[in-house]
């Protein structure tokens, strides 16, 4: 069965940082694109960061870019969210989701989604 | 960066009612296009994937169609367990991106 938990969530102050784990099983990680998205409260989802499955190819969204570093560790079968100088608007619960690569741009509509873990930036 | 345009924003409809909801990218996007449906405090979930394909397991009332540019989701007969809300998202190119989304209420 595949699963995907995200762990690491909790109140930070602005400015402060913060590390999102997901923990995959029950696939092959390493075969699978892997992205963040967030949701900040009453907001639909926004698109965050993906990686592949080599880490190889990153990207990031602009409102994140130069503070948010993905990586993932495919021995362990994890997938890390580093969050810097965290701002209010950051406040979102945050998904992991899995994305079987087509191209180095283009994948699959991602399938499996963790249930999220909640970042809350307020002092 | 490529907008999704999803329309309507929210719907009032009845059980049994037909409903569609449309997705209108930016650009072409192929068929790099796929349906969700979200209830409050869970995860999306995934309801259509390239454009038309049925995920395993989501009722056959739920279908996909389109390409490039114009896509919509269709449901056949709204049952009271769609009540949701329901977003597109293209995954062609990065950024990655959603449509606004769209509420499903009861009438």
């Known amino acids: 069965e595949v699963q995907l938990v995200e762990s690491g969530g909790g109140l930070v102050k602005p400015g402060g940082s913060l590390r999102l784990s997901c923990a995959a099983s029950?696939?092959?990680?390493?075969?699978?694109?892997m992205n963040w998205v967030r949701q900040a409260p009453g907001k639909g989802p926004e698109w965050v960061s993906s990686?592949?499955?080599?880490?190889?190819?990153?990207y990031y969204a602009d409102s994140v870019r130069g503070r948010f570093t993905i990586s993932r560790d495919n021995a362990n079968k994890s997938l890390f969210l580093q969050m810097n100088s965290l701002r209010g608007e950051d406040t979102a619960v945050y998904y992991c989701?899995?994305?079987?690569?087509?191209?180095?741009?283009?994948?699959?509509?991602?399938?499996?989604w963790g249930q999220g873990t909640r970042v809350t930036v307020s002092s | 960066d490529i907008q999704m345009t999803q329309s309507p924003s929210s719907l009032s409809a009845s059980v049994g009612d037909r409903v569609t909801i449309t997705c209108r990218a930016s650009?072409?996007?192929?068929?790099?296009l796929g349906w969700y449906q979200q209830k409050p405090g869970k995860a999306p979930k995934r309801l259509i994937y390239?454009?038309?394909s049925l995920q395993s397991g989501v009722p056959s009332r739920f279908s996909g169609s389109g390409s490039r540019t114009e896509f919509t989701l269709t449901i056949s007969s709204l049952q009271p367990e769609d009540f949701a809300t329901y977003y597109c998202?293209?995954?062609?190119?990065?950024?990655?991106?959603f449509g606004q989304g769209t509420t499903v209420e009861i009438k």
């Open positions: 989701a899995r994305e079987l690569p087509i191209t180095m741009v283009r994948g699959e509509t991602p399938d499996y």
């Open positions: 029950g696939f092959t990680f390493n075969n699978y694109n």
């Open positions: 990686i592949d499955g080599g880490s190889n190819y990153i």
């Open positions: 650009q072409d996007i192929r068929n790099d």
């Open positions: 390239a454009a038309s």
């Open positions: 998202l293209q995954h062609n190119s990065y950024p990655r991106t």
